[in-house]
């Protein structure tokens, strides 16, 4: 039905890898059992096994010992996990401050916001221009009350990277714990645990051709967490409800077939819709940094237009992008990212994310650049911006 | 799925009719503002004697639903007199178009309300208005008639959010009935600033959030 749709949007969901279901079907219709305990049925055993093999995958990306990595239903369950787990197993002993920065994604804001009104004191630590988090800021914000830093590896939006090693090392020297969301890096840029001093880890299958509802967690192991979900004594007591082993699964099998080579092709598409939207686009600039970003993210903002009709006059000639503007958002509210960065408005509303995926083909780029250039020009004639 | 946006509509805003300046115009206004994410520039002619709009052109930077009730309502005024362009509702315009989507009512108000101001500066150009209005409670009730509810597109004062409006000295505020974390409490809240703020007699405006 989509066979012409050139789809940029993969940040946001990417479609599912074929080699990723083939691993999964077994354990919809073979294997289809709850993990039993050791002492279980055969069937029970096997998808225990399953289970277990999983986790020991994505765990061995990351560095990780299989008993430091948790499924769970995505980013935003990882992260409420990561993030009120670790609050209120240290409000009573340690305090009640916490630390993030004003673009993190959705699930770690929201998850901070909700401490706030139990009575949490909150810093969002300063971001440059790029989306760069001030590190002399956050060493002076934390305190002997801070319980928690949790800032992004990658940003959803404008792909910028932070230096998590050295927020890390930030956190180490202050004795304070680090989550971080690396939604977005998680097999794109290198992440291991062995390297960077970080405590948690958000990951999700949804942005690397696995399956949407699987994501995970890691937890550094002597980590005070405590579960947020009541229900049973799945995955190490820490996240309860029925395994979803056909998900674990083709998590661990999207993790393996994400490779460097692949990598470098996205980064080299995206490089060149950059330089020609950027040279070949009159008022057009880049959202984030230049250099410390997302391999496979884009993000520009097109002056006097709107995203929404941007968005829309694309989809009509079958691209898929995103916007920042607030008239596509479901708040109506202006990306909190630009707006956080210290653009303005109508940067935010005029910006729109590229976000490459396994299944762009080269010849993508030149065909996207031509619509745009095309769109951009025709709502430039109806706005009344710009003119003078 | 298909987008909620009519056949009308995608129709208007692919091709989208009067659109562009008029340099010599007899009138014009923009409302809105690139912050707000919306903004519309109406252009006139008008004959002085029969108060015929002659020509009409507009400008938009908006989404869909703004580009789309700026041409529809450029046809709808050609030919009209200002006194019959002015009795032209967002309800017409929308009918017009086979309907909007509620959450789209705030882009699309903005630009019969452009025409209305458009006619307006027309009007102060070449003396036709009367004296001009205080800023009142009721003043502020019939402006916050135009401040949408995006829950449900109909408008704050129809919809019961509005708890209490109190106008003193300058400084208006306007209370409602909606929780502080609201998804739409900052959007209401500029757009209720913008719909006041820049008044003749309003220093200040106040939003509060008491639900």
Known sequence: MYENLVYLDNAAATRLDERVLEAMKPYFFDVYAVATSQFGYSIGLDAREALDTARARIAAVLGASPDEFIFTSGDTESSNLAIKGVALALAEKKGRHIITSPIEDFPVLHSVRALERQGFRATYVRVDETGRVDLDHLRESITPETVLVSIQTANQEIGTLQDIRAIGEICREKGVLFHTDATHAFTRVPLDVREIPVDLVTVSAHTIHGPKGIGGLYIRKGTPVRKVLDGGFQEFDLRPGLENIPGAVGFATAVELVTPEETARLQKMRDRLLERLLNEIPHTRLNGHPVHRLPHNANVSFRFVEGESLLLHLDMRGFAVSTGSACFSRSLEASHVILGIGGDHERAHGSVRFTFGRYNKEEDVDRVVEAIAEVVRELRRISPLGKE | ?211
């Open chain 2, 1 to 211: 799925m298909p987008l909620p946006y009519s056949e009308i509509v995608m129709e208007h805003f692919r091709n989208p009719r009067n659109v562009g300046r008029i340099e010599d115009a007899d009138a014009k206004a923009i409302e809105g503002s690139p912050a707000c994410g919306d903004m519309v520039a109406v252009y006139l002619k008008v004959d002085p004697q029969t108060h015929v709009i002659t020509d009409i052109k507009f400008e938009s930077y908006g989404c869909a639903s703004n580009i789309a009730t700026g041409s529809i309502i450029t046809e709808l005024a050609k030919g009209k007199t200002l006194e019959e362009a002015k009795q032209i509702t967002w309800d017409e315009a929308s009918k017009a178009l086979g309907g909007l989507p509620p959450v789209k009512v705030h882009c699309s108000v903005l630009a019969v309300d452009g025409l209305r101001a458009a006619i307006q500066n027309y009007e102060e150009r070449h003396g036709l208005v009367k004296e001009q209005e205080p800023t009142t409670v009721e003043f502020v009730r019939k402006r916050l008639k135009h401040v949408m509810n995006p829950v449900v597109g109909l408008d704050i004062v129809r919809t019961k959010l509005v708890k209490e409006i109190e106008v003193q000295d300058g400084v208006v505020r306007v209370v409602l009935d909606l929780p502080p974390d609201h998804m739409f409490a900052p959007a209401m809240r500029e757009d209720i600033e913008e719909k006041l703020g820049h008044r003749w007699d309003v220093k200040q405006v106040i939003v509060e959030f008491a639900g």
